[in-house]
Protein backbone atom coordinates (compact mmCIF):
# COMPACT_ATOMS: atom_id res chain seq x y z
CA UNK A 1 0.00 0.00 0.00
CA UNK A 2 1.12 3.49 -0.81
CA UNK A 3 1.58 6.01 1.62
CA UNK A 4 0.88 9.96 1.33
CA UNK A 5 0.51 13.33 3.02
CA UNK A 6 -0.93 16.42 2.20
CA UNK A 7 1.76 19.52 3.14
CA UNK A 8 0.57 22.72 4.27
CA UNK A 9 3.29 25.29 2.48
CA UNK A 10 3.96 28.73 3.16
CA UNK A 11 3.24 30.24 -0.38
CA UNK A 12 -0.18 31.74 -1.27
CA UNK A 13 -1.36 28.78 -3.18
CA UNK A 14 -5.09 27.29 -2.29
CA UNK A 15 -4.22 24.12 -2.48
CA UNK A 16 -2.21 21.36 -0.30
CA UNK A 17 0.51 19.34 -2.39
CA UNK A 18 0.88 15.74 -1.74
CA UNK A 19 4.13 14.09 -1.16
CA UNK A 20 4.97 10.18 -1.22
CA UNK A 21 6.24 8.53 2.07
CA UNK A 22 7.30 5.38 3.33
CA UNK A 23 5.25 3.05 5.79
CA UNK A 24 8.28 3.83 8.50
CA UNK A 25 7.52 7.40 8.13
CA UNK A 26 3.59 6.98 7.79
CA UNK A 27 3.82 5.53 11.26
CA UNK A 28 6.27 7.76 12.67
CA UNK A 29 4.45 11.32 10.66
CA UNK A 30 1.41 13.11 12.39
CA UNK A 31 -0.55 15.56 12.10
CA UNK A 32 1.30 18.85 12.83
CA UNK A 33 4.80 18.02 12.48
CA UNK A 34 7.39 19.79 9.88
CA UNK A 35 8.68 18.42 6.64
CA UNK A 36 11.23 19.84 4.02
CA UNK A 37 9.58 19.02 0.34
CA UNK A 38 11.29 19.47 -3.05
CA UNK A 39 8.86 22.26 -5.06
CA UNK A 40 9.63 22.99 -8.42
CA UNK A 41 13.04 22.01 -9.99
CA UNK A 42 15.21 22.94 -7.14
CA UNK A 43 13.33 24.65 -4.05
CA UNK A 44 13.30 23.53 -1.12
CA UNK A 45 10.42 24.37 1.25
CA UNK A 46 9.20 23.56 5.39
CA UNK A 47 5.63 22.62 5.31
CA UNK A 48 3.02 21.32 7.43
CA UNK A 49 1.64 18.05 7.45
CA UNK A 50 -2.11 18.76 7.47
CA UNK A 51 -3.09 15.30 6.25
CA UNK A 52 -1.65 11.44 6.24
CA UNK A 53 -3.34 9.10 3.75
CA UNK A 54 -3.30 6.25 1.41
CA UNK A 55 -4.73 8.14 -2.20
CA UNK A 56 -2.39 9.13 -4.80
CA UNK A 57 -2.65 12.45 -6.47
CA UNK A 58 -4.82 12.58 -9.67
CA UNK A 59 -3.20 14.94 -11.76
CA UNK A 60 0.99 14.41 -10.78
CA UNK A 61 3.07 12.08 -9.44
CA UNK A 62 3.85 12.63 -5.87
CA UNK A 63 7.43 13.48 -5.23
CA UNK A 64 9.07 12.01 -1.75
CA UNK A 65 9.73 14.28 1.07
CA UNK A 66 13.07 15.64 1.78
CA UNK A 67 13.56 15.26 5.59
CA UNK A 68 11.58 14.91 8.42
CA UNK A 69 12.09 18.08 11.12
CA UNK A 70 10.23 17.34 14.00
CA UNK A 71 10.01 14.68 16.37
CA UNK A 72 6.44 15.55 17.86
CA UNK A 73 3.77 17.58 16.36
CA UNK A 74 4.78 21.70 17.17
CA UNK A 75 0.97 22.90 15.54
CA UNK A 76 -1.84 21.44 17.74
CA UNK A 77 -5.34 20.13 16.30
CA UNK A 78 -6.79 23.64 17.67
CA UNK A 79 -3.92 26.10 15.67
CA UNK A 80 -4.94 23.85 12.89
CA UNK A 81 -9.06 24.83 12.92
CA UNK A 82 -8.05 28.09 13.82
CA UNK A 83 -5.81 28.46 10.60
CA UNK A 84 -8.20 27.26 8.22
CA UNK A 85 -10.81 29.69 9.63
CA UNK A 86 -8.64 32.44 9.24
CA UNK A 87 -8.12 31.07 5.73
CA UNK A 88 -11.89 31.20 4.90
CA UNK A 89 -13.38 34.16 6.99
CA UNK A 90 -10.41 36.61 5.75
CA UNK A 91 -9.82 35.36 2.11
CA UNK A 92 -6.41 33.75 2.12
CA UNK A 93 -4.49 30.64 1.79
CA UNK A 94 -3.68 28.29 4.75
CA UNK A 95 -0.33 28.82 3.76
CA UNK A 96 -0.34 32.18 4.51
CA UNK A 97 -2.15 31.49 7.34
CA UNK A 98 0.83 29.42 8.31
CA UNK A 99 3.78 32.06 7.61
CA UNK A 100 1.75 34.16 10.37
CA UNK A 101 1.29 31.87 12.89
CA UNK A 102 4.85 29.99 13.23
CA UNK A 103 7.61 32.03 14.11
CA UNK A 104 10.32 32.47 11.58
CA UNK A 105 12.72 30.81 13.12
CA UNK A 106 10.19 27.65 12.64
CA UNK A 107 10.33 28.53 8.70
CA UNK A 108 13.34 26.92 7.58
CA UNK A 109 15.63 28.81 4.46
CA UNK A 110 16.40 27.59 1.53
CA UNK A 111 18.98 28.81 -0.07
CA UNK A 112 20.69 27.80 -3.49
CA UNK A 113 24.08 26.60 -3.26
CA UNK A 114 26.71 25.94 -6.23
CA UNK A 115 29.16 23.89 -5.87
CA UNK A 116 32.56 22.69 -8.25
CA UNK A 117 31.65 19.41 -10.32
CA UNK A 118 34.71 17.39 -9.38
CA UNK A 119 33.96 14.73 -11.80
CA UNK A 120 34.67 17.88 -14.12
CA UNK A 121 37.84 18.68 -15.94
CA UNK A 122 37.90 22.18 -16.54
CA UNK A 123 39.82 23.25 -19.20
CA UNK A 124 40.14 27.31 -18.12
CA UNK A 125 41.20 28.77 -21.57
CA UNK A 126 37.54 27.61 -22.20
CA UNK A 127 36.03 29.62 -19.60
CA UNK A 128 35.60 33.88 -19.84
CA UNK A 129 36.96 36.14 -17.35
CA UNK A 130 33.71 36.31 -15.11
CA UNK A 131 33.24 32.71 -15.20
CA UNK A 132 36.86 32.14 -14.30
CA UNK A 133 36.57 34.28 -11.23
CA UNK A 134 34.00 32.09 -10.15
CA UNK A 135 35.67 28.89 -10.69
CA UNK A 136 38.87 30.09 -9.06
CA UNK A 137 36.24 30.92 -5.84
CA UNK A 138 34.98 27.88 -5.76
CA UNK A 139 39.04 26.56 -5.90
CA UNK A 140 39.17 27.90 -2.13
CA UNK A 141 35.85 27.13 -0.98
CA UNK A 142 33.64 24.05 -1.40
CA UNK A 143 30.28 25.63 -1.73
CA UNK A 144 28.93 29.23 -2.29
CA UNK A 145 25.95 31.28 -1.61
CA UNK A 146 24.25 32.92 -4.93
CA UNK A 147 24.40 35.89 -3.01
CA UNK A 148 27.92 35.60 -1.95
CA UNK A 149 28.67 34.78 -5.82
CA UNK A 150 27.38 38.23 -7.28
CA UNK A 151 30.03 40.07 -5.06
CA UNK A 152 32.82 38.18 -7.04
CA UNK A 153 32.54 39.49 -10.77
CA UNK A 154 30.91 42.41 -9.79
CA UNK A 155 28.10 42.53 -11.24
CA UNK A 156 24.42 42.61 -9.87
CA UNK A 157 23.18 39.52 -12.14
CA UNK A 158 25.17 36.64 -11.65
CA UNK A 159 22.34 34.48 -13.09
CA UNK A 160 24.04 34.23 -16.43
CA UNK A 161 27.41 33.73 -15.63
CA UNK A 162 25.91 30.80 -13.40
CA UNK A 163 23.63 29.87 -15.95
CA UNK A 164 26.87 29.62 -18.55
CA UNK A 165 28.75 27.28 -15.89
CA UNK A 166 25.82 25.27 -15.25
CA UNK A 167 25.77 24.18 -19.18
CA UNK A 168 29.77 23.93 -19.35
CA UNK A 169 29.51 21.44 -16.42
CA UNK A 170 31.66 23.43 -14.73
CA UNK A 171 29.13 23.86 -11.29
CA UNK A 172 26.61 22.46 -9.58
CA UNK A 173 23.41 23.54 -8.07
CA UNK A 174 22.67 22.24 -4.93
CA UNK A 175 19.59 23.00 -2.14
CA UNK A 176 20.58 23.29 1.65
CA UNK A 177 18.34 23.79 4.62
CA UNK A 178 19.00 25.88 7.58
CA UNK A 179 17.84 25.42 10.61
CA UNK A 180 17.15 29.26 12.18
CA UNK A 181 16.90 28.42 15.78
CA UNK A 182 19.57 27.94 18.08
CA UNK A 183 19.42 26.98 21.93
CA UNK A 184 21.17 29.69 24.06
CA UNK A 185 23.89 27.79 25.94
CA UNK A 186 25.35 29.44 29.19
CA UNK A 187 29.00 28.70 30.05
CA UNK A 188 29.45 26.99 33.95
CA UNK A 189 32.36 25.92 35.32
CA UNK A 190 33.02 23.56 38.33
CA UNK A 191 36.14 22.02 40.47
CA UNK A 192 37.26 18.50 39.15
CA UNK A 193 36.17 15.38 41.15
CA UNK A 194 39.87 15.02 42.51
CA UNK A 195 39.64 18.24 44.23
CA UNK A 196 35.91 18.48 45.41
CA UNK A 197 36.54 17.42 49.28
CA UNK A 198 38.44 19.46 51.57
CA UNK A 199 41.94 17.43 51.29
CA UNK A 200 41.46 17.99 47.91
CA UNK A 201 40.93 21.31 47.79
CA UNK A 202 43.95 22.00 50.71
CA UNK A 203 46.06 20.55 48.27
CA UNK A 204 45.01 22.35 45.25
CA UNK A 205 45.14 25.58 47.26
CA UNK A 206 48.95 24.21 48.50
CA UNK A 207 49.80 23.94 45.19
CA UNK A 208 48.99 27.15 44.19
CA UNK A 209 50.10 29.16 46.60
CA UNK A 210 52.88 30.95 43.98
CA UNK A 211 50.06 31.91 41.37
CA UNK A 212 47.88 33.96 43.29
CA UNK A 213 45.33 35.09 40.92
CA UNK A 214 44.20 31.19 40.14
CA UNK A 215 44.31 30.60 43.73
CA UNK A 216 41.58 33.38 43.88
CA UNK A 217 39.56 32.16 41.24
CA UNK A 218 39.52 28.60 43.43
CA UNK A 219 38.60 30.07 45.98
CA UNK A 220 35.62 32.36 44.93
CA UNK A 221 33.93 29.47 43.32
CA UNK A 222 34.18 27.23 46.36
CA UNK A 223 32.73 30.30 48.15
CA UNK A 224 29.91 30.44 45.44
CA UNK A 225 29.36 26.93 45.35
CA UNK A 226 29.08 27.14 49.07
CA UNK A 227 26.41 30.26 49.14
CA UNK A 228 24.10 29.36 46.41
CA UNK A 229 24.05 25.75 46.13
CA UNK A 230 23.90 26.39 42.25
CA UNK A 231 26.11 25.56 39.36
CA UNK A 232 28.21 28.55 38.75
CA UNK A 233 28.53 30.51 35.60
CA UNK A 234 32.11 31.49 33.67
CA UNK A 235 30.81 35.02 33.99
CA UNK A 236 29.50 35.29 37.64
CA UNK A 237 33.13 33.85 38.71
CA UNK A 238 35.24 36.09 36.51
CA UNK A 239 33.14 39.24 37.94
CA UNK A 240 33.38 38.16 41.64
CA UNK A 241 36.75 36.90 41.40
CA UNK A 242 38.41 40.10 39.27
CA UNK A 243 40.02 37.40 37.35
CA UNK A 244 40.23 37.43 33.44
CA UNK A 245 39.08 34.39 30.65
CA UNK A 246 42.42 33.72 30.76
CA UNK A 247 42.70 32.70 33.91
CA UNK A 248 40.18 30.71 33.98
CA UNK A 249 41.03 28.89 30.69
CA UNK A 250 44.32 28.17 32.06
CA UNK A 251 42.89 26.33 35.05
CA UNK A 252 40.52 24.47 32.70
CA UNK A 253 43.50 23.61 30.59
CA UNK A 254 45.16 22.18 33.79
CA UNK A 255 42.45 19.68 34.66
CA UNK A 256 41.52 21.64 37.71
CA UNK A 257 38.37 23.28 36.59
CA UNK A 258 36.18 21.51 34.52
CA UNK A 259 33.70 23.39 32.00
CA UNK A 260 30.31 22.38 31.14
CA UNK A 261 27.08 24.00 29.19
CA UNK A 262 23.58 24.14 30.24
CA UNK A 263 20.48 25.22 27.67
CA UNK A 264 18.83 28.59 29.46
CA UNK A 265 15.82 30.62 28.27
CA UNK A 266 16.34 33.64 26.30
CA UNK A 267 13.84 35.64 28.46
CA UNK A 268 13.92 34.88 32.32
CA UNK A 269 12.17 36.52 34.93
CA UNK A 270 14.41 37.74 37.81
CA UNK A 271 11.87 39.18 39.93
CA UNK A 272 10.73 39.50 43.55
CA UNK A 273 8.08 37.00 45.52
CA UNK A 274 4.83 37.28 44.33
CA UNK A 275 2.67 40.00 45.74
CA UNK A 276 -0.91 39.06 47.07
CA UNK A 277 -3.49 41.10 44.72
CA UNK A 278 -5.00 43.79 45.66
CA UNK A 279 -8.29 44.30 47.17
CA UNK A 280 -11.07 45.54 45.56
CA UNK A 281 -13.28 48.05 46.38
CA UNK A 282 -17.73 47.83 45.95
CA UNK A 283 -18.30 48.66 42.34
CA UNK A 284 -14.97 45.88 41.24
CA UNK A 285 -16.29 43.52 43.32
CA UNK A 286 -20.08 44.25 42.12
CA UNK A 287 -18.51 44.16 38.63
CA UNK A 288 -16.42 40.77 39.01
CA UNK A 289 -19.38 39.32 40.09
CA UNK A 290 -21.73 40.27 37.16
CA UNK A 291 -19.02 39.17 34.56
CA UNK A 292 -18.99 35.72 36.47
CA UNK A 293 -22.41 35.79 35.99
CA UNK A 294 -22.91 36.56 32.37
CA UNK A 295 -20.06 33.92 31.63
CA UNK A 296 -22.88 31.51 32.93
CA UNK A 297 -25.10 32.11 29.73
CA UNK A 298 -22.38 34.09 27.47
CA UNK A 299 -18.89 33.09 25.85
CA UNK A 300 -18.08 36.59 25.58
CA UNK A 301 -18.63 39.59 27.62
CA UNK A 302 -18.30 43.37 27.19
CA UNK A 303 -16.46 45.23 30.36
CA UNK A 304 -17.03 48.95 30.01
CA UNK A 305 -15.00 51.09 32.64
CA UNK A 306 -14.30 54.48 32.83
CA UNK A 307 -10.44 55.27 32.77
CA UNK A 308 -8.87 54.34 36.22
CA UNK A 309 -11.75 52.51 37.43
CA UNK A 310 -9.72 49.47 37.98
CA UNK A 311 -9.96 47.21 35.19
CA UNK A 312 -6.57 45.30 35.86
CA UNK A 313 -7.47 44.20 39.14
CA UNK A 314 -10.92 42.96 38.24
CA UNK A 315 -8.74 40.49 35.25
CA UNK A 316 -6.26 39.99 37.87
CA UNK A 317 -8.86 38.00 40.38
CA UNK A 318 -10.02 36.54 36.99
CA UNK A 319 -6.78 35.45 35.67
CA UNK A 320 -6.56 33.44 39.67
CA UNK A 321 -9.88 31.60 39.54
CA UNK A 322 -8.49 30.38 35.98
CA UNK A 323 -5.24 29.35 37.35
CA UNK A 324 -5.99 27.75 40.22
CA UNK A 325 -8.05 25.08 37.53
CA UNK A 326 -4.84 24.02 36.16
CA UNK A 327 -5.95 26.37 32.85
CA UNK A 328 -3.81 28.98 30.72
CA UNK A 329 -4.83 32.47 30.31
CA UNK A 330 -4.45 34.87 27.13
CA UNK A 331 -4.42 38.30 27.73
CA UNK A 332 -4.14 40.81 25.07
CA UNK A 333 -3.50 44.02 24.42
CA UNK A 334 -2.82 46.28 21.37
CA UNK A 335 1.41 47.08 21.11
CA UNK A 336 1.66 50.35 22.12
CA UNK A 337 -0.06 49.52 25.82
CA UNK A 338 2.47 46.35 26.02
CA UNK A 339 4.35 48.98 28.77
CA UNK A 340 7.13 47.76 31.12
CA UNK A 341 5.14 49.13 34.00
CA UNK A 342 2.22 46.57 33.21
CA UNK A 343 4.71 43.74 32.47
CA UNK A 344 6.03 43.90 35.97
CA UNK A 345 2.80 44.90 37.59
CA UNK A 346 1.23 40.97 35.95
CA UNK A 347 4.71 39.51 36.95
CA UNK A 348 4.59 40.76 41.06
CA UNK A 349 1.09 38.99 41.19
CA UNK A 350 2.23 36.02 39.03
CA UNK A 351 5.91 35.78 39.14
CA UNK A 352 7.26 33.87 36.59
CA UNK A 353 3.78 32.24 35.22
CA UNK A 354 3.83 35.41 32.68
CA UNK A 355 5.54 35.16 29.71
CA UNK A 356 5.29 37.66 27.20
CA UNK A 357 5.29 37.80 23.40
CA UNK A 358 5.97 40.73 21.20
CA UNK A 359 7.32 41.83 17.80
CA UNK A 360 10.21 43.34 20.17
CA UNK A 361 11.68 39.64 20.96
CA UNK A 362 14.19 38.63 18.73
CA UNK A 363 13.10 35.04 16.80
CA UNK A 364 14.95 32.97 19.16
CA UNK A 365 13.11 34.25 22.23
CA UNK A 366 9.65 33.83 20.12
CA UNK A 367 10.96 30.39 19.54
CA UNK A 368 10.94 30.08 23.41
CA UNK A 369 8.25 31.39 24.07
CA UNK A 370 6.12 29.70 21.51
CA UNK A 371 7.73 25.99 22.81
CA UNK A 372 6.91 26.94 26.77
CA UNK A 373 3.31 27.37 25.36
CA UNK A 374 3.31 24.04 23.12
CA UNK A 375 4.25 21.96 26.67
CA UNK A 376 1.74 23.56 29.12
CA UNK A 377 5.12 25.10 30.63
CA UNK A 378 4.79 26.69 34.23
CA UNK A 379 6.73 29.45 32.68
CA UNK A 380 3.75 30.35 30.47
CA UNK A 381 0.73 30.13 32.48
CA UNK A 382 -0.45 33.14 31.56
CA UNK A 383 0.65 35.13 28.18
CA UNK A 384 0.36 38.89 27.62
CA UNK A 385 1.01 39.73 24.54
CA UNK A 386 0.55 41.86 21.02
CA UNK A 387 -2.18 40.42 18.77
CA UNK A 388 0.07 37.83 16.93
CA UNK A 389 0.00 35.98 20.30
CA UNK A 390 -3.72 34.55 19.45
CA UNK A 391 -1.42 32.14 17.30
CA UNK A 392 0.65 30.41 19.75
CA UNK A 393 0.01 26.50 21.03
CA UNK A 394 -2.45 26.93 23.62
CA UNK A 395 -3.24 23.20 25.38
CA UNK A 396 -5.83 24.36 27.68
CA UNK A 397 -6.97 27.81 27.57
CA UNK A 398 -9.53 28.99 30.06
CA UNK A 399 -10.16 33.14 29.12
CA UNK A 400 -8.81 35.56 26.96
CA UNK A 401 -8.52 39.04 28.27
CA UNK A 402 -8.55 41.56 24.86
CA UNK A 403 -7.80 44.77 26.87
CA UNK A 404 -8.32 48.20 24.92
CA UNK A 405 -10.60 46.35 23.06
CA UNK A 406 -11.49 49.35 20.71
CA UNK A 407 -7.55 49.66 19.20
CA UNK A 408 -7.64 49.53 15.69
CA UNK A 409 -3.77 48.38 15.76
CA UNK A 410 -5.38 44.46 16.55
CA UNK A 411 -6.49 44.77 13.15
CA UNK A 412 -3.53 43.26 10.66
CA UNK A 413 -3.30 45.34 7.32
CA UNK A 414 -0.74 44.27 5.53
CA UNK A 415 0.96 40.98 4.55
CA UNK A 416 -2.25 38.27 4.41
CA UNK A 417 -3.81 37.11 6.77
CA UNK A 418 -5.65 40.62 7.27
CA UNK A 419 -7.08 38.92 10.82
CA UNK A 420 -8.66 41.14 13.35
CA UNK A 421 -6.88 39.81 16.89
CA UNK A 422 -10.25 40.86 18.72
CA UNK A 423 -12.45 39.17 16.55
CA UNK A 424 -10.12 35.76 16.17
CA UNK A 425 -9.77 35.55 19.86
CA UNK A 426 -13.32 35.23 20.20
CA UNK A 427 -13.14 31.91 17.81
CA UNK A 428 -9.97 30.86 19.70
CA UNK A 429 -11.64 31.24 23.12
CA UNK A 430 -14.52 29.11 21.36
CA UNK A 431 -12.20 26.59 19.81
CA UNK A 432 -11.19 25.91 23.50
CA UNK A 433 -14.15 26.21 25.05
CA UNK A 434 -12.87 29.21 26.99
CA UNK A 435 -14.43 32.70 27.80
CA UNK A 436 -13.29 36.04 26.29
CA UNK A 437 -13.51 39.46 28.20
CA UNK A 438 -13.23 42.41 26.45
CA UNK A 439 -12.31 45.33 27.99
CA UNK A 440 -12.87 48.92 27.23
CA UNK A 441 -13.20 52.84 28.44
CA UNK A 442 -14.52 53.88 24.85
CA UNK A 443 -15.64 50.19 23.70
CA UNK A 444 -15.56 50.19 19.63
CA UNK A 445 -19.23 50.37 18.24
CA UNK A 446 -19.26 46.93 16.77
CA UNK A 447 -18.93 45.02 20.64
CA UNK A 448 -21.23 47.63 22.33
CA UNK A 449 -23.42 46.92 19.43
CA UNK A 450 -23.21 43.30 20.21
CA UNK A 451 -23.45 43.87 23.94
CA UNK A 452 -26.69 45.71 23.59
CA UNK A 453 -28.21 42.81 21.41
CA UNK A 454 -27.28 40.58 23.93
CA UNK A 455 -25.14 38.72 21.72
CA UNK A 456 -22.10 39.69 24.27
CA UNK A 457 -22.80 39.97 27.98
CA UNK A 458 -22.37 43.49 29.20
CA UNK A 459 -20.90 45.42 32.83
CA UNK A 460 -20.00 48.40 33.52
CA UNK A 461 -17.57 50.10 36.01
CA UNK A 462 -18.86 53.78 36.34
CA UNK A 463 -16.43 54.83 39.53
CA UNK A 464 -12.91 55.66 39.31
CA UNK A 465 -11.04 53.68 42.00
CA UNK A 466 -11.01 55.53 45.29
CA UNK A 467 -14.28 57.89 43.80
CA UNK A 468 -11.56 60.01 42.39
CA UNK A 469 -12.93 62.66 40.85
CA UNK A 470 -13.55 62.56 36.62
CA UNK A 471 -12.17 65.73 35.06
CA UNK A 472 -14.88 68.94 33.77
CA UNK A 473 -15.36 68.47 30.30
CA UNK A 474 -16.69 71.39 28.43
CA UNK A 475 -17.96 71.47 25.05
CA UNK A 476 -16.62 74.20 23.08
CA UNK A 477 -18.44 75.28 19.84
CA UNK A 478 -15.26 75.66 17.22
CA UNK A 479 -17.11 77.59 14.77
CA UNK A 480 -18.46 80.26 17.44
CA UNK A 481 -15.07 80.70 18.80
CA UNK A 482 -13.44 81.19 15.86
CA UNK A 483 -15.73 84.28 14.80
CA UNK A 484 -15.63 85.66 18.23
CA UNK A 485 -11.43 85.59 17.92
Not at 154 to 179: A, C, F, G, S, T
Not at 424 to 433: E, G, K, Q
Not at 435 to 452: C, D, H, Q, R, V
Request: with cysteine; proline share 3%.
Amino acid sequence: MNHFIDVILPIPLEKLFTYSITEAESKFLKVGMRVSVPFGKTKIYTGLVGKIHNEAPLVYDAKEIHQILDDAPIVTKTQLELRYWIAKYYMCTVGEAMRAALPNAFILESETLISRNLNMTVDEADLKDDEFLVFEALQHQSSLKIQDVSNIPDKKNVLPVIKRLIEKEVILLQEEIYEKYKPKYVRYVKLQEAYASEQGLQQLLKALSRAEKQRQVVMTLFSISAKTKKPVKVKELIEQSGSSSAIVKTLIDKDILEEYHIQTDRVQYDGAENEASKKLNDHQIEALQQIKDTFKTQNVTLLHGITSSGKTEVYVKLIEEVLSEGRQVLYLLPEIALTTQLVTRLQNYFGEQVAVFHSKYSAHERVEVYNQVLHDSAKARIVLGARSSIFLPFQDLGLIIVDEEHEQSFKQFDPAPRYHARDTAIVLAHLHNAKTLLGSATPSLESYYNAKEDKYGFVEINKRYNNVQLPEIELVDLVEKQKKS
